[in-house]
């Protein structure tokens, strides 16, 4: 990781679940984080499995994620980015 441009990487699979598990639709995900649904999709597949601290703070404020929520989301040196 680059120290100048970090990135937060996510596990893959574990977004979609929890915007799926509170019925929001992946346009209004996207438009609240101002990213493209493209992007958003990418990321949920694990195609684009990082994106910026800044975009994933839009994300989680988004779908209205706690901290627990959010710790589940970044993958970690233990958590390889797939699905758990």
Do not use: N, W
């Not at 684009?48 to 970690?76: K, N, W």
């Amino acid at each position: 990781m680059d120290d100048l441009h970090p990135h937060v990487q996510l596990r893959r699979g574990i977004f979609r679940k929890l915007r799926k598990e509170r019925g929001r639709a992946a346009k209004d995900i996207a438009e609240a984080a101002q990213i493209t649904r493209d992007y958003l999709y990418k990321l949920e597949r694990g195609s684009a499995p990082r994106c910026s601290p800044e975009t994933f703070g839009r994300l989680a404020e988004a779908l209205g994620l706690d901290d627990e929520e959010r710790r589940q989301l970044i993958a970690t040196d233990s958590a390889d980015g797939s699905a758990a």
